[in-house]
């Protein structure tokens, strides 16, 4: 049995109506066109193909879909999966169908890869070993260790008394207290308590990917647009874009200042979006840096302040690796700059956003511990009504409020956690130097931005994807080629170091040396060798999804879904 199977739009327009914009606004009658039942006529003419027509029941009424598969004699027309296939997507709305999920990245893809052939060292010792996941797991025995020494706090009970009940009826959006004061002094704690935060100025979500959503649902209506610095964490095409109808327009950087951000680069972004009739309402920074590993120094800083001031518009800074900085510079916040700078109570003191969550930092990804800090009250107020859409549950809220009250264990668990950051680095580091790899210099995170372009066949995008096939599937080993984060440049690879035994991250480092070896045998063979440190530039043959995720080219910026893969630009 074999079926070929293809699904088609078939757009049927009234004449000279060939414009995009009808695809997001379509017209209430279908003027002009061929009607479904002759259409379904012509179309059952079609042999050896049956045709499964559904009508268009959507908002997309000039659109008919259309289900063409090679059917074997014999075999009954409609075939149940034919049938399902087709109905389950029409059953579905434009949002949930729409890609600019960005499910079909390589960050997404890799992730898929390794978890069909995962690494064992026993059970599966030739297995993808997983270096694509930004995971913290190097201190979870100080969070065992502090669980068993307080068993009442794990077991929801405080003075020999059962808690809960009471935390299984709390349901209040504003989140408990107790939490709200401590996760408040937590992150001044990392802030070495030169800012503190106000817990009334906290809104907890459920991760940072909540509070990244929210706040773009708070300050950006469909079709107005962030500039974010790339490369950029993949995951913020999914965050900021996908559900809101925000548009993300990159600035650009380059590794010939070691992606730092710069005024023209800035400046550059801002009239990218003015150019595609899009409103920027504000800057969206990771400090430090997913996936470059660098904090942001105070010249970028200061450089951002001065823009969004003369803008008028927003700054959220994701700092949702602010406990990781192990080595100097060490992490400045936003907010930091602001107080020296005199700005506390000011306009600007107003548009600046912090986003921060457990996830990293404390290694919790799966307690979904997240929050938006903002000195705007009506952003707060705003963003906690949408909060109920991603609570964080009492219970977590509890425990974690009891573990992050622990003054002398939350001291030391920061700096034992940034010291074997450190040295996980180093040996990273060390390991990828003896293979001839060299990495971005980074102070923080969980990963290290590594420089892979000598080991590219072509200096594009294409050369990059094929290296990445290369070490996912003969190499195996799962990393995020910089293209998934929007890097202008081919050859970067942000590979994680973190979410793994010591044991695990030698035979990595192992399986990539020998790669490297076994590449120059073959180039030297060849008599072709390999561009070594080949000429950085734009290449224009970037993958589609690169730049279909990150900006499209909006005839009106208002009216329009991002949605549509129609609509994107390779820039
Ligand atoms: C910069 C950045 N923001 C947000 C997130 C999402 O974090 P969370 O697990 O708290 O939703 C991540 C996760 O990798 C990240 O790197």
Redesign the pocket.
Known sequence: MWEACALIFLRIKKKNEETLDSVHNPPTKNHGQISDLAFLIICLQLAPLSVLYIPSQTRRSNQILLHFQHIPPNTPVSSPSLLTDTLKIKMLSAKATCNSHGQDSSYFLGWEEYEKNPYNQLKNPNGIIQMGL?ENQLSFDLLESWLKNNPDSAGFKADNHSLFKELALFQDYHGLPAFKNSLAEFMSEIRANKVTFDPKNIVLTA???SA?ETLMFCLADPGEAFLLPTPY?P?FDRDLKWRTGAEIVPIHCSSSNSFRITESALKDAYEQAQKQNLKVKGVLV?NPS?PLGTSLSLHELDLLVNFVSSKNIHLIS?E?YSGTVFSSPGFVSILEVLKNKGLMNSDVWKRVHIVY?L?KDLGL?GFRV?AIYSNDDMVVSAATKMSSFGLISSQTQYLLSEMLSDKKFTRNYLSENRRRLKQRHEMMEKALQKAGIRCLKGNAGLFSWVDMRHLLSSQTFEGEMELWKKIVYEVGLNISPGSSCHCSEPGWFRVCFANMSKETLVLAMQRLHSFVNSMAKKSKQSRHPQPLNGNPRRSKSLPKWVFSLSFTTPKSGKNRVSCDNKLTTNS
């Open positions: 930004a991760g940072a990917t990244n964490y995951g990771t997913n994701d949702i969550s996830s990804p997240g």
